[in-house]
């Protein structure tokens, strides 16, 4: 069976930083590629970052290109998603989801985590 | 960026209904489209992919139709497990891109 464990959701000041990981099981994670979905409170999913199985192709939304950093370690069957100079609008549910296949193109989404709650507030 | 339109934004039906929900792509997709079930504070639940494949274990009262720009995703025979939101996304080209969302209540 498939899960993925998200973790280090927080309440963070407005330009501070959080480390989301996501600890996956029941597949062989280093076959995949992953993303990080988020999804603001009353509204839509919203599309973050991906990362290829090999972790050396890596695509972000413009909206947090050059603050976030998508990242994973095969080894420990985790991915990771590294947040600076976090905004009010970042707060958000993050998901991290396992993409169908192992390249970032034209990859669905099949799975996804129970999410980590972050939040950006003075 | 490739915008999502879905209609309706809700939907309200009875049980044992069909229902139809449209989404629309700003641009050409191809059958790169996929749709989601999610119920209120639990996460997205993968349904179809590649617009017609049902994912395994998905009922198949569920379906998926078109490709390029019109997509549709019928539920026949509703049931209670049914009501939830749904969204589609498309995953041509960065940055996929998701549907408003679908709201369907019960009548």
């Known amino acids: 069976e498939v899960q993925l464990v998200e973790s280090g959701g927080d309440l963070v000041q407005p330009g501070g930083s959080l480390r989301l990981s996501c600890a996956a099981s029941g597949f062989t994670f280093s076959n995949y590629a992953m993303s990080w979905v988020r999804q603001a409170a009353g509204m839509g999913p919203e599309w973050v970052s991906v990362i290829s199985d090999s972790g050396d192709t890596t695509y972000y939304a413009d909206s947090v290109k050059g603050r976030f950093t998508i990242s994973r370690d095969n080894s420990k069957n985790t991915q990771y998603l590294q947040m600076n100079s976090l905004r009010a609008e970042d707060t958000a549910v993050y998901y991290c989801?396992?993409?169908?296949?192992?390249?970032?193109?034209?990859?669905?989404?099949?799975?996804w985590g129970q999410g980590t709650l972050v939040t950006v507030s003075s | 960026d490739i915008q999502m339109t879905q209609s309706p934004s809700s939907l309200s039906a009875s049980v044992g209904d069909r229902v139809t929900i449209t989404c629309r792509a700003s641009?050409?997709?191809?059958?790169?489209l996929a749709w989601f079930q999610q119920k209120p504070g639990k996460a997205p639940k993968s349904l179809i992919y590649a617009a017609t494949t049902l994912k395994g274990g998905v009922p198949s009262k569920f379906s998926g139709s078109g490709s390029g720009t019109e997509f549709t995703l019928t539920i026949s025979s509703l049931q209670p497990e049914d009501f939830a939101t749904y969204y589609c996304q498309q995953y041509y080209s960065y940055p996929y891109t998701f549907g408003q969302g679908t709201k369907l209540e019960i009548k």
């Open positions: 989801a396992k993409a169908g296949g192992s390249t970032v193109r034209g990859t669905r989404i099949d799975y």
């Open positions: 641009q050409g997709i191809s059958y790169f």
